[in-house]
């Protein structure tokens, strides 16, 4: 299996990841960008969708709900929330940028049991983990306290020389509450956008073992695992993550061989 997808070249959709294109179950993903003026439209007959403004000013109409001029941040490095819109299954949502726009759309099997809806950003949990050298800003956009059927959706930025997911951790047992099985995907931004940061994805018997060079807008695919995220000096990390499995709720293991790094000084 190839667990980095890179993007697409002069095409409105950056990067695409299905369950079909990553053999596994639950999990989709894309990434698009807009022009002012230009429109997304997205539905699902089986998935509920949570569209994310990573940049940029859209608007959006889903049924009878109409949102105008949401999302402020001019860059995913913006010290602020995003905005995002929930859809259930066979809604229509269509989304128009009002300036240059970049939305990230993660989606999991539903049945309809919530209606669409707009996520504020003063409505995201925003907090800092870690010490020194494994510090976080973790943004949680969809987590498993607000309504959705299966999708888990965060966002984290990592400064420069800092590592991330670390220590490693996995979320492929279904053994709650000591572990959710859940697959993942990771969208990458850098900044500057010319660098690049390191993840290593692994499992105990090694039977996936994967280092892997990421690039601004590359996607890695984690169906089972550890997956560390590594920043080298003078560069910032950002990624958006999505999260589904068989029950809804994040408990992750960390690797016994690592964990002792929790309790260094």
């Known amino acids: 299996m190839n667990l980095l997808i890179k993007p697409k070249k002069d095409s409105q959709e950056i990067v ?6 990553a053999s596994w179950r639950y999990v989709s993903f894309s990434a698009h960008r807009l022009t002012p003026g230009k429109s997304l439209t997205l539905s699902d007959d089986t998935d509920e969708l949570c569209a994310v403004i990573l940049h940029g000013t859209v608007s959006a109409s ?3 709900f109409h949102w105008d001029e949401i999302g402020e941040r001019k860059s995913v490095f913006e010290d602020f929330a995003p905005y995002a819109v ?3 299954p066979r809604t229509r949502l269509v989304i128009t940028a009002r300036t240059d726009a970049e939305i990230a759309v993660a989606g999991s099997p539903a049945q309809g049991e919530f209606p669409a809806r707009l996520i504020e950003p003063g409505t995201m949990r925003r907090s800092t983990r870690g010490k020194p050298g494994n510090i976080r800003f973790v943004c949680d956009i969809l987590p498993q306290d607000e ?23 996995k979320h492929d047992v279904d053994n709650v509450p000591i572990e959710s099985q859940l697959e993942e995907t990771y969208y990458h931004r850098i900044n500057p956008p010319q660098g690049f940061i390191f993840q290593r994805v692994y499992t105990d018997s090694r039977d996936i073992d994967e280092s892997m060079v990421v690039e601004d807008r590359n996607v890695v695919l984690v ?5 560390p995220v590594v920043v080298p000096y003078g560069y910032e990390s950002y990624y958006f993550n999505v999260m589904a499995g068989p029950k809804r709720v994040w408990h992750f293991y960390n690797d016994p061989a690592h964990e002792w790094i929790l309790s260094a000084a």
């Open 16 to 21: 695409s990841v299905t369950p079909h294109s």
């Open 62 to 64: 889903a049924g009878d």
């Open 86 to 88: 929930y859809v259930p």
């Open 147 to 169: 309504p959705a059927e299966s999708l888990l959706i965060v966002e984290v930025k990592t400064p420069s020389g800092n590592s991330s997911s670390y220590p490693p951790h």
């Open 223 to 227: 169906p089972r695992g550890y997956h």
